[in-house]
């Protein structure tokens, strides 16, 4: 029998694994040279995440981060999604982690009354690419980008959904 993903807001007792969840995945599949000093908002999810129409959410399997995903509140009745990161053996419709997620955060907003989601990626996210655009994402160009949007040194590809 599957178990269940359950999707809950971060606390800090998932600290050490979202940091080691993100790491890993960006660091050793994806070769991004990044590490946890150039991503200061993972210290800090409470504060940088959990404010204003923003949050932290985690993907949980048997009690053990599987996957993360976040909301920036830029103003506006807008956000922008960060921090969507999925183990690789969580991936696909097995266990629709990133789906999971992806929906709480669409529930969240609609709750909030925020009208756009933002994001940023690389081009080496060819899975996610693909995830978003099933999901309603349209690729956009940065120049189109709201001025408030935190955009990552890595991020070379802009999406938008409308709500």
Do not use: C
Not at 42 to 56: K, P, T
Not at 64 to 85: C, E, P, S, W, Y
Not at 105 to 131: K, M, N, P, S
């Amino acid at each position: 029998m599957i178990e269940d993903i359950v999707i809950k807001k971060f606390t800090e007792d998932y600290k050490d694994e979202v940091i080691d969840l993100i790491l890993d995945i960006q660091q050793n599949e994806f070769n991004i040279p990044i590490n946890k000093e150039d991503q200061p908002d993972l210290s800090d999810i409470q504060n940088f995440y959990q404010s204003g129409h923003g949050n932290f959410w985690v993907a949980l399997y048997n009690g053990r981060v599987v996957g993360t995903i976040a909301l920036i509140d830029i103003g506006n009745h807008q956000g922008a999604l960060r921090k969507m990161f999925v183990k690789p053996a969580f991936r696909g419709s097995k266990y629709n982690t990133a789906k999971l997620l992806l929906l709480q955060v669409i529930t969240w907003v609609r709750e909030y009354d925020v009208h756009d989601i933002y994001l940023g990626t690389t081009e080496l996210f060819l899975a996610a690419h693909r995830f978003y655009a099933k999901h309603k994402f349209v690729q956009i160009k940065k120049e189109t980008l709201p001025d408030t949007f935190p955009i990552m040194k890595v991020d070379t590809r802009f999406y938008q959904l409308k709500l």
